[in-house]
Structures are given as C-alpha cells and as structure tokens.
C-alpha cells in the first residue's frame, strides 16, 4: 500500500482484518509513525515496500493523491516495473495515462472505492470504511484479467461491491453524480449569501430553511479536496456542466416566455425516482469461467453490482 | 382562517393552543369534516366565516394556494370589504397584486410562515409547526401598522420569529435560498439519470452517494407544489436564475480555458459558511413606540429576527 491516508490506512485495516498479509509506506514520517504504533508495517521507504511487493509478485495499491502520482509511478517503474497495480484514486482516465507514463510496464487495472469521511489522514481510517461501498474496477479492453481478479478480490475483501466500467465511463458518471453536485452546491451557496446590495446577504440567508441546507451542504467541503477531485476530471466534467447548462438554459427560457417549469421540474422528479430505485441495485455472482471485460463492462451499464465469485 | 390544509389547519391549532379564538372554512368537505372532528369550528360555508370575522374585526387569514385567491378574495371584498387580512402564501408581490385588483378596501399585510413539510392535509398539521420558524411579516411603505401589529402577533403566539421585508424582497430571497434550490435539485437529478445511451443511466446513478441524495432531494417534492411555488415568483426567480447561470458560465469557461475552479469553489465555501453563521440570527424585541416600516425592514436586512414585543 503506496499512501496511509483516509484511503490507504482504511484500506490496510480492512485487509489485514479480511486476513491478508498488508505492509506499506507513506510520505509522512508522522502518518508512519501513527501506523506503526497501531501494529501495521508500514514505514517512509517507498522503494524497500516495493522490492518487497515485487519479489512476492503482490498487488500494490496507489492511495496517494493525482498531483503525487507521477514521483510514485516513477518508483514502481525503477523497483517493481512489471508488478500487479491498481489504485484507489477518484480519477480514472488521468490515472491511467499516468500509468501509461511513468510506468508502462506494470499490470494496471485501475479502482475507485466509492467512500470517503469529511476527516483526511490516518486516524479518520477505519476497517469498515468500505461496507456496501461500490468499489470500481476499471474494465477497458486489453487489461490482465489476472490482476483484474486481484483488484476485484481486494474490494470484496475489503466488503465493498465492484462496479465494472470503463475508465472514460466512469469519470463521465462521478462528474455526473459527484462533481457536479459539488460545483452546483458552491454556486447555490454563493447566489444564496451574494445580494445586489451588502444589506441583501443578511435577508435571504435569514430565510433560509432546509432545501437551501441541503444543497449547499457539500460546499461546506475542504476546497483542496474538492478542486483536486474536480479538475482532474476536467474534459468529463466539461461535459456534464454542459449537459447541465443546455438544461437550465432551456428552462430559463421556458420561465421567462411561457413562465412554465413543467417540464423541468418533471424531469427532476423522475430522475430522483430513478436514483432511489437505483439504491439497492442487484447483485450478481461473477462465475469463474475466463472473465470478458465486455460483459463486465455490460453488467456495470445495466447497473449490476458484483458480490463475489459464484 | 380560509383554508385548513397543512398550512392553515397548523395556524389554527397554534392560535389556539395560544389562547386565541379561532374558526375558520376551507373548500374541501372532507378536510372541514376531520378539523371538525378534532373539535375545530370550520366548515365550508367561507361568507359565514368572513360575515363573522367582518362583525368581530377578526385578522382574516387566507391560508389557500395562490390560484385561489382570486375567488377567495372576490368573497372578501363582498363580506367583508374592509377586514384586517394576512396569508400564508408563499410568494408576496403576486399575492399583494391579487388582493389590491380583487380587494381593493381591505387593511392588508403580508405573511409566510417558513415552514411546512413533505405531507400535506389537514391531518399533517401540527401545533408545533412554526416554532422557531421564520415567518415573514411585509412591511413595505403605506401599510396599516395595527394590522402589520396583529399579523406579528399571531405569528409570535405560534412561536415563529418575524422578519420584516419588502414585498420585492421577500420574493428575491425566497428565489435564491428555496425556487433556485427545487430547480437545481431537479436539473442535477435530470443529468444524473440521463446518459448518452440507455446504458449509461445505471451506471452513473449506481456510483451516486451523498453528494447526489443531498443535492436532489428536494426534486423528490411533489412537482405540483413546486410549480406553484416557482411559476407564482416568476420574476424573482428569473433574477435568480440569471445570477446563477452567469456564475456557471464564467465557472464553465474557467474550466475549459485555464481548468482551474479555484473562484467557484472558494465562492461556495465562504457562501456556506456565511449561511452556517446565519442560523442563529440575533434575535430583537421590538419597542412598543409607533413602527417604522422603513426601520423594520432594515432590521430584516441587517438579519434580525423579531421575538415579539420589548
């Protein structure tokens, strides 16, 4: 495990705890420390962690930040360049040409657990972080399915569900269900506390009541994390702002001729209708037959989760 | 009280619990019969009610959607032309309008109660409903001060804190801090569910999590109710609307030209905080000298908050 943070520390407890043999590093001589003093393995030698993983051909698992990745990868290309990878950044198709980059020999299949707290660092990690999460398993054509199996074996190890999808697909579905709920939620908070005149602010903030707190409340995020979430996704999130933007423009225009919002607000309803439909999607039991990552990538379109092998 | 639905049925087992004499009409047979078996005096006959109010100088208060003030308030002019008159209806210019066109001789002021719930009916009103809500009493120049008295007042006796506003300004708040949120919510909710092809729907609303819940919720509401409440504050909501989408297209070109979101993201952030600091407004007693409404409304933009009576 590259990184100790939220993830990466939640993620050596959970597979410690599922029974694996975990070990790791991290930037932080401090992150280190407060592991080791939990009983974990882990240190601040990067390239011992490595030599180590390649020499018993084990999975390493980047859990470090986008802007860190291509000092780590450049490691993994010197240490254990051909080594079982996956990764637990928000981020698929940057990661992947990083990979491309700064590592092109390794065995890459990308992941994304979907969980996270508001705390960051070692001490906000927890074994249970990924209970039910989705967890994405990237499933582009020309991956090792060997190390597909592995990366899918650590979620269910870990207790979350494999989603598998394409890596474009997926950055294209959290801009969607992720990033743009965040930059929506910063313009509502900011039209919300912005009047025409200073003595505006304090009327409309004063009336503010629940579907105001609601949502904004994601605003309320550490800026860091949300910018580094959303820019790296920039080509994906450009196209779900515009998506958004062709919609409100049309119901601009429909307030400000007809003055109707029917159509709208209907499709909003129905849309929320479908997301509380989508939240106990069904699982499936992957059978141990030679894995297509078509049909994976199927499943994961039609909304399927993966529960385990059968 | 005309109209016993959740709104009015609350306000008239409030004042009640308050100590006030109420009783009151509303147009469905059933609803009168369920607050009548409550031990409420409402029936459905509303020129007994008004002659009633009209012979006792009662506050008349209308507590019906804004399409039916035209026949209500046609009843008002007819019965009792020149009666102490409040609503509850959500939206102040276009209801103002209505009573000056269709009830030219009443002593009219403003309300709105902030509060409600999901549920609607008589049978989900409460007593409780408007404790520590705020309730907008209108306090635009020419009004009757006696009746802008009586219309806090009753708002005090069933726990709200007044906020005093211009009836222009009500309407531009209510648009940023509660339309502009139900539009959002639907737009997010909209793009969240729909993909380029039919595939692409499940797997973006499978990786959805709290982000998205929070962020559409509101969409969940009943679309009647939301189109009632966004069409009726066209205007306002048009402002709104406008200052949201110039943030999101100068969001939008930052994105795609330099691909930072640091101006939009700081923005919401500091909005959310103003909004956070907000909820505990500094609450007032007012001095029982003669009222100012231009002094009243300064308080509501200074985001005072009205506890009764010094």
């Excluded at 390239?47 to 084990?58: H, N, Y």
């Excluded at 297509?292 to 039609?302: E, F, P, V």
Aim: glycine share 12%; net charge negative; proline share 5%.
């Amino acid at each position: 495990m590259i990184g100790a943070g939220l993830i990466g520390g939640s993620l050596l407890r959970a597979a410690e705890k599922a029974g694996r043999t975990v070990w790791g590093s991290c930037a932080s001589a401090e992150t280190a420390r407060q592991a080791a003093d939990d009983g974990f393995d882990v240190g601040t030698d990067t390239d011992t962690a490595l030599a180590r993983a390649s020499a018993a051909d084990a999975l390493v698992v980047l859990a470090v930040p986008l802007p860190a990745l291509p000092g780590v990868l450049g490691r993994v290309d010197r240490i254990a360049p051909t080594c079982r990878l996956t990764d637990a950044v928000s981020v698929k198709v940057a990661t992947a040409g990083a990979v491309h980059r700064y590592a092109p020999r390794v065995r890459y299949v990308g992941g994304h657990p979907m969980a996270g707290t508001a705390e960051s660092g070692w001490a906000a990690g927890q074994a249970g972080l990924f209970t039910d999460a989705a967890w994405v398993v990237a499933a582009d054509d020309g991956l090792d399915t060997e190390v597909w199996a592995d990366a899918a074996e650590l979620a269910w190890a870990c207790g979350a569900r494999v989603v598998p999808a394409a890596a474009t697909d997926h950055d294209l579905a959290v801009a969607k269900v992720s990033h743009l709920p965040h930059l929506f939620a910063a313009v509502l908070a900011a039209v919300g506390a912005a009047g025409e005149g200073p003595e505006h602010d304090a009327l409309a903030l004063s009336l503010a009541a629940s579907s105001f707190a609601d949502g904004t409340r994601v605003a309320g995020t550490r800026p860091e994390l949300v910018l580094a979430m959303c820019e790296g996704n920039r080509d994906a999130l450009l196209a779900a702002v515009d998506d958004a933007l062709g919609r409100l423009g049309a119901m601009r225009g429909a307030l400000a001729s007809t003055g109707g919002l029917a159509a709208t607000v209907h499709a909003g309803h129905a849309g929320r209708q479908q997301f509380l439909a989508a939240r106990t999607p069904p699982g499936v039991r992957l059978p141990r037959t030679p894995l297509s990552l078509k049909d994976l990538r199927t499943l994961g379109h039609q909304g399927h989760v993966l529960l385990g092998w059968a």
